[in-house]
């Protein structure tokens, strides 16, 4: 299956979360069997000799693609999520959102000083939440070898946030 | 590495989310990856000849488990979700909690009518939101082939509340 066949499995939904928004639902390719391991191989492949630790993954969607990819490189799975969630003692991030903030959290023992982290999510749009995630696996000594994307919307210039670090996407829009 | 290996792995942390409850945190287990790959080799092992058509994941931690056993059976990866966070036409079913109600949500184009199903969570506890996502799976005509959980909380006796189905638990406390 080509990467084409995956892009034709992710629909435009508009209007969705609101108004002028065309959201990419990648629901349809995650339910094919077929597409959704295809597409974790993609991504995936391009690290079984990268030697990766730990695969990083943002609540909620991104702890789809931080578990497979986590699975196949027979790497640790690592959870960022929203306040409040994580049990043990945390580091916390808050960031801009176009109408306030948000934060995040990792635990403080998540990640060992040193350890070849792969940071992992569905969607990169303009990259705020995975500036984030970057601070706080840094905040941990976590040494990032790359940021993993599904989908990329370019016209939001996420990459240009990220750009001290080594981004792949396997779909653009 | 042995089952009651992976049980150390898992940390009791007291008072979360409130007084008298000891949370069990799955993390110490997911961050070690030749912990998490095992946890998942023996869950799915059960399902390889079972021909699994779809794994259905219950936001947010069970997502993970989702998201590696549609990795590992080679199936797809449905996504229930608290609502309005789907994009597509959605049905939905309301459950009780300790105090008020909760509600979850599947795309109703998620599963086929005869398709074989396993619903996977990292906990069962008193079966509530199982039942709730068992609910949404038989709606859209899914053939339920086993419950599985990385743990089970015995004493809650979920197993009692989901007695129609085959239940299966990694770790029991």
Redesign the interface.
């Known amino acids: 299956m080509r990467v084409e066949d995956l892009k034709h499995r992710i629909?435009g939904?508009p209007d969705?979360?609101k108004p002028g928004i065309l959201?990419r639902?990648i629901?349809?390719l995650?339910?094919?069997?077929?597409a959704?391991?295809q597409a974790?191989d993609y991504i995936g492949g391009r690290y079984l000799d990268k030697h990766i630790?730990?695969v990083v993954?943002v609540?909620?969607?991104g702890?789809?693609?931080?578990?497979?990819l986590?699975?196949?490189?027979?790497?640790?799975?690592?959870?960022i999520?929203k306040s409040?969630?994580?049990?043990?003692k945390t580091h916390r991030t808050t960031y801009a959102l176009e109408y306030g903030t948000d934060s995040l959290e990792i635990?403080q023992?998540?990640?060992k000083s040193g350890q070849r982290v792969l940071v992992a999510d569905d969607l990169l749009a303009t990259g705020g939440t995975i500036s984030a995630a970057v601070d706080l696996v840094k905040q941990l000594g976590g040494e990032i070898v790359e940021l993993a994307f599904l989908i990329e919307l370019t016209a939001l210039k996420g990459r240009e946030k990220l750009k001290e670090h080594s981004v792949f996407s396997l779909i653009q829009y």
Chains 1, 2 share one sequence.
């Open positions: 629909r939904i969705f979360p959201f639902d629901t349809p995650l339910s094919d069997g077929q959704f391991r974790i630790d730990v993954g609540e909620a969607r702890f789809i693609m931080g578990a497979a986590a699975y196949k490189l027979q790497a640790g799975n690592i959870l999520r409040g969630k994580l049990p043990y635990h023992d998540a990640i």
